[in-house]
């Protein structure tokens, strides 16, 4: 009787120490200075709002926000899976009406993680749209996000929420330039583009809902390391403008220096400066009134090759 | 069927329960169905090697004993060693030998035209060998008497907390055990879930959340920063040592809910101040194995120092070869083996200088340890790399090179960086529970404390919850 009432409490002291600790890692989380937190607690209005994986992160917010004269919002994340990307835009829509631009990153359709998609299940207590996406995509994931709310965290979504718990991330860059032997090596190195349709879909849906929105939505391809491979952009591109009906600016062979890079896909801060720029120049992003003239041409030097 | 499944937990809940409402022979084949249940879920296939194995080492074992005639004995021991050895080179050495033969051809100029037979690899194959073989030689050896129960010594084969990657349990351990019922008792359950949970914390929390970063440093060196692939090989020894530990405590713990004491394979190898200790840490089940079946025969340490390094050299040797049939694992034993005949001679070089310089005890300690893991771990990469076949000492040769070359040695030059905090995190509660538990030795002491089981039961659930890796990652000892 004794050792039955042991097992009784064990379980109790599990599912209540289950409850209590997932509320307060939740309410960490809703604290937090990561992007997600401040939208979902509706401190993200912005004018420009950026969507996209890793490489939608080079488009360097305090720069942008420098040369539009505009206020960002960032909803791009590592590996950002497209059916979070498309949601979370659709709630960013509904909670600030008032944005006037949607730049998206198209290469979100090829290189989303399915395996990252998992790890929004921190935030969603406060997206049904989240939470319907984990629950068709993971089932698994989604029954044990409501049966253990600790397991909710148990991602890397949960810990750069504690990483910018008191550190706003705007300024998520990376100053670091692509090592000399991978730089020198480049010939060596490729990537093939695959253009999942169900991804392109995504990116269709979400092109529609700004166009529901009246919010204008512009699609980019970001740099790539000059004269590194990548098969099927073309493709890629095409898919991409006949899908959504909206142009597609490629930017991928626009940045002929090395040190702008940070790896082969990635621009560094240099890079993402000189992103900002050839978008103003191309009309893509307002130019601030404080700044009377267009910003130069990017340099053409590519130091770590030669 | 892996510990770490569904699976399992469903196999459990129905096991058990009919374990302890059985007694006797229905225990005993309740005990062998379900350890065929759980063996055959890879592959049914697999099961009539085993059978066969039990088969015949038990027919192989009451011929030894029944005759008094030395060399009738040894020869009965000789068929028992060819036939269990015979099925290891078979199935698991067989397309190594032929590639090495071909390749020592093509180092000649001459081009042999042999095809490779693609055999799949029995899971477990070497420990229950092992096993297998332990049993007809202690019987050689009169150190245990035959077993005349056919269903009793299959059971004890096949126990299926033991069966793919130990402990490699002796028959004079088990059998003994075997002979009475053990009836169901709260102590064993609670030790045993203990184990069980803690094991399950270090695979599922500890070891799959390291492998990812691992895999992905093995999988093309070159692409990573020397910082990077530094992080990875020190990921790597504790993945293994999380792994391997694990599971032994999961089987530990099944076998002690059944009743059954299991031998320990781990005591925390990585804070071993020597490689002789290290030895004595780590997988102490394959290790003793190896010491009383083949570095005792062949001498030990009793026929001079030359004759001791040489005894070292070929344990290890086998003991790499044991692990798979690639020439880096064998190198890796090499590795070990140099390790331990360079400690012969640096040993009293070392201590003379400790007592020169008055060094405290617990630097000359730190020390020690760090050199034993910082040597232990250089041998982990040729290891890891022994699963790449052709590519391995490549692969294994450029992750040193970097590392040493300290190119674009910075943090900013890692990838990753969520897995390595997380992995560093992870790595951090292990080394804190595994220090204190050495002074509060937490599995017995919360058989007496109800309120400390319930806190300490639960706190691992919530971590395996926060940290755990749930995609059914299989052991990395299932391949040996």
């Given at each position: 009787?004794?050792?039955?009432?042991?097992?009784?409490?064990?379980?109790?002291?599990?599912?209540?120490?289950?409850?209590?600790?997932g509320?307060?890692?939740?309410?960490?989380?809703?604290?937090?200075?990561?992007?997600?937190?401040?939208?979902?607690?509706?401190?993200?209005?912005?004018?420009?709002l950026?969507?996209g994986?890793?490489?939608?992160?080079?488009?360097y917010?305090p720069y942008m926000?420098?040369?539009?004269?505009?206020?960002?919002?960032s909803?791009?994340?590592?590996?950002?899976p497209?059916?979070?990307?498309t949601?979370?835009?659709?709630?960013?829509?509904?909670?600030?009406?008032?944005?006037k631009?949607?730049?998206?990153?198209?290469?979100?359709v090829e290189?989303?993680?399915?395996?990252?998609?998992?790890?929004?299940?921190?935030?969603?207590?406060?997206?049904?749209r989240?939470?319907?996406v984990i629950k068709s995509?993971?089932?698994?994931t989604?029954?044990?996000?409501h049966?253990?709310?600790?397991?909710?965290?148990?991602?890397?979504?949960f810990?750069?929420?504690?990483?910018?718990?008191?550190?706003?991330?705007?300024?998520w860059?990376?100053?670091?330039?692509?090592?000399?032997?991978?730089?020198?090596?480049?010939?060596?190195?490729n990537?093939s583009?695959?253009?999942?349709?169900?991804?392109?879909?995504?990116?269709?849906?979400?092109?529609?809902?700004?166009?529901?929105?009246?919010?204008?939505?512009?699609?980019?391809?970001g740099?790539f390391?000059?004269?590194?491979?990548?098969?099927?952009?073309?493709?890629?591109?095409?898919?991409?403008?006949?899908?959504?009906?909206?142009?597609?600016?490629?930017?991928?062979?626009?940045?002929?220096?090395?040190?702008?890079?940070?790896?082969?896909?990635?621009?560094?801060?240099?890079g993402?400066?000189?992103?900002?720029?050839?978008?103003?120049?191309?009309?893509?992003?307002?130019?601030?009134?404080?700044?009377?003239?267009?910003?130069?041409?990017?340099?053409?030097?590519?130091?770590?090759?030669? | 069927?892996?510990?770490?499944?569904?699976?399992f937990?469903?196999?459990?809940?129905?096991?058990?329960?009919?374990?302890?409402?059985?007694k006797?022979?229905?225990?005993m084949w309740w005990?062998?169905?379900?350890?065929?249940?759980?063996?055959g879920?890879?592959?049914?296939r697999?099961?009539?090697?085993?059978i066969?194995?039990?088969?015949?080492d038990?027919?192989?074992g009451?011929?030894?004993?029944r005759?008094?005639?030395?060399?009738?004995?040894?020869?009965?021991?000789?068929?028992?060693?060819?036939m269990?050895?015979?099925?290891?080179?078979c199935?698991k050495?067989?397309?190594?030998f032929?590639?090495?033969?071909?390749?020592?051809m093509h180092?000649?100029?001459?081009?042999?035209?042999?095809?490779?037979?693609?055999?799949?690899?029995?899971i477990g194959i070497?420990?229950?060998?092992?096993?297998?073989?332990?049993?007809?030689?202690?019987?050689?050896?009169?150190e245990i008497?035959?077993?005349?129960?056919?269903?009793k010594f299959?059971?004890?084969?096949?126990?299926?907390?033991?069966?793919?990657?130990?402990?490699?349990?002796?028959?004079?351990?088990?059998?003994p055990?075997?002979?009475?019922?053990?009836?169901?008792d709260?102590?064993?359950?609670?030790?045993?879930?203990g184990r069980?949970?803690?094991?399950?914390?270090?695979?599922?929390a500890i070891?799959?959340?390291?492998a990812?970063f691992?895999?992905q440093?093995?999988?093309d060196?070159?692409?990573?920063?020397?910082?990077?692939?530094?992080?990875?090989?020190?990921?790597y020894?504790?993945?293994?040592?999380c792994?391997?530990?694990?599971?032994?405590?999961?089987?530990?713990g099944?076998?002690?809910?059944?009743?059954y004491?299991?031998?320990?394979?781990?005591?925390?190898?990585?804070?071993s101040?020597s490689?002789?200790?290290?030895?004595?840490?780590?997988?102490?089940s394959l290790?003793?194995?190896?010491?009383?079946y083949?570095?005792?025969?062949?001498?030990?340490n009793?026929?001079?120092?030359?004759?001791?390094?040489?005894?070292n050299?070929?344990?290890m040797?086998?003991?790499?070869l044991?692990h798979?049939?690639?020439?880096?694992?064998?190198?890796?034993?090499?590795l070990?083996?140099?390790?331990?005949?360079?400690?012969?001679?640096?040993t009293p070089?070392?201590?003379?200088?400790?007592?020169?310089?008055?060094?405290?005890a617990?630097?000359?300690s730190?020390?020690?340890?760090?050199?034993?893991?910082?040597?232990?771990?250089?041998?982990?990469?040729?290891?890891r790399?022994?699963?790449?076949?052709?590519?391995?000492?490549?692969?294994?040769?450029l992750i040193i090179g970097?590392?040493?070359?300290l190119?674009d040695f910075?943090w900013?030059?890692?990838?990753n960086?969520?897995q390595?905090?997380?992995?560093f995190?992870?790595?951090?509660?292990?080394?804190t529970?595994?220090i204190?538990?050495?002074?509060?030795?937490?599995?017995?002491?919360?058989?007496?404390?109800?309120?400390?089981?319930?806190t300490?039961?639960?706190?691992?659930?919530?971590?395996?919850?926060?940290?755990?890796?749930f995609?059914?990652?299989?052991?990395?000892?299932?391949?040996f």
């Amino acid at each position: 009787m004794k050792k039955g009432l042991w097992v009784i409490i064990f379980f109790i002291v599990l599912f209540a120490g289950d409850r209590l600790i997932g509320w307060l890692l939740q309410s960490q989380v809703d604290n937090s200075q990561f992007r997600y937190s401040r939208m979902y607690r509706n401190q993200g209005q912005a004018d420009i709002l950026i969507v996209g994986n890793s490489r939608g992160l080079n488009f360097y917010q305090p720069y942008m926000e420098q040369a539009t004269g505009k206020k960002t919002f960032s909803v791009c994340y590592y590996s950002m899976p497209s059916e979070i990307a498309t949601v979370v835009t659709q709630d960013y829509l509904d909670l600030y009406p008032n944005v006037k631009t949607v730049l998206v990153e198209i290469s979100i359709v090829e290189m989303s993680d399915d395996k990252l998609l998992t790890g929004f299940t921190t935030y969603m207590p406060h997206s049904r749209r989240i939470d319907s996406v984990i629950k068709s995509t993971s089932e698994d994931t989604w029954y044990a996000a409501h049966f253990s709310h600790i397991y909710r965290f148990n991602n890397e979504v949960f810990q750069r929420a504690m990483y910018h718990r008191n550190k706003l991330d705007d300024d998520w860059y990376t100053e670091r330039v692509i090592s000399n032997s991978l730089a020198r090596n480049v010939a060596n190195y490729n990537v093939s583009f695959k253009v999942p349709e169900k991804h392109v879909q995504d990116l269709k849906n979400l092109t529609d809902y700004c166009r529901k929105k009246n919010v204008p939505v512009k699609l980019v391809l970001g740099p790539f390391f000059p004269n590194y491979q990548v098969k099927n952009l073309d493709v890629l591109v095409k898919r991409v403008e006949e899908a959504t009906g909206c142009k597609v600016y490629n930017y991928g062979h626009s940045i002929d220096d090395g040190t702008a890079f940070s790896d082969f896909l990635h621009a560094n801060l240099k890079g993402g400066k000189t992103m900002v720029d050839l978008m103003i120049r191309d009309s893509l992003l307002p130019m601030s009134t404080k700044i009377s003239k267009l910003p130069p041409e990017p340099e053409k030097k590519n130091d770590l090759i030669n | 069927m892996v510990f770490n499944s569904i699976t399992f937990l469903i196999f459990s809940g129905i096991f058990f329960p009919v374990y302890f409402l059985l007694k006797g022979q229905w225990r005993m084949w309740w005990i062998l169905v379900a350890s065929y249940v759980f063996y055959g879920w890879w592959d049914v296939r697999f099961l009539c090697l085993i059978i066969i194995s039990t088969f015949m080492d038990f027919n192989f074992g009451k011929l030894i004993g029944r005759t008094e005639n030395r060399a009738q004995r040894k020869t009965y021991l000789i068929l028992s060693m060819i036939m269990n050895l015979g099925f290891l080179a078979c199935f698991k050495y067989f397309n190594f030998f032929i590639d090495s033969f071909v390749n020592m051809m093509h180092a000649f100029g001459l081009q042999p035209s042999v095809t490779t037979l693609q055999i799949m690899l029995p899971i477990g194959i070497s420990f229950y060998t092992f096993q297998s073989l332990s049993y007809t030689i202690d019987i050689y050896r009169r150190e245990i008497p035959v077993e005349k129960n056919l269903l009793k010594f299959a059971a004890f084969i096949a126990l299926f907390p033991q069966l793919v990657a130990g402990p490699i349990v002796r028959a004079r351990d088990l059998l003994p055990q075997m002979n009475t019922d053990k009836p169901f008792d709260w102590n064993n359950l609670n030790s045993g879930l203990g184990r069980i949970l803690w094991g399950l914390f270090k695979k599922v929390a500890i070891a799959d959340s390291l492998a990812p970063f691992v895999d992905q440093c093995w999988a093309d060196p070159s692409k990573f920063s020397s910082s990077h692939l530094l992080i990875g090989v020190i990921f790597y020894s504790f993945q293994i040592y999380c792994d391997f530990s694990g599971y032994s405590d999961i089987a530990i713990g099944l076998a002690r809910i059944m009743g059954y004491r299991f031998v320990e394979n781990f005591k925390t190898p990585y804070f071993s101040q020597s490689f002789s200790e290290f030895w004595t840490r780590w997988h102490i089940s394959l290790s003793s194995w190896l010491r009383d079946y083949l570095y005792i025969p062949l001498g030990g340490n009793r026929h001079g120092k030359w004759s001791t390094y040489k005894n070292n050299m070929t344990t290890m040797l086998l003991g790499g070869l044991w692990h798979g049939a690639n020439l880096a694992f064998v190198f890796w034993g090499f590795l070990h083996g140099v390790y331990l005949i360079v400690q012969r001679f640096t040993t009293p070089v070392w201590r003379k200088f400790v007592q020169l310089t008055r060094m405290p005890a617990f630097i000359n300690s730190a020390i020690c340890m760090l050199i034993v893991y910082i040597l232990t771990t250089v041998a982990w990469i040729y290891f890891r790399s022994g699963s790449l076949g052709a590519k391995s000492f490549s692969v294994a040769n450029l992750i040193i090179g970097k590392i040493i070359s300290l190119e674009d040695f910075t943090w900013d030059s890692t990838f990753n960086k969520y897995q390595i905090v997380k992995g560093f995190i992870l790595l951090i509660a292990l080394l804190t529970i595994e220090i204190t538990n050495k002074y509060y030795a937490w599995n017995n002491r919360q058989l007496y404390h109800p309120a400390l089981r319930i806190t300490l039961f639960s706190g691992l659930l919530w971590m395996i919850a926060l940290f755990g890796t749930f995609s059914s990652n299989a052991f990395i000892y299932f391949q040996f």
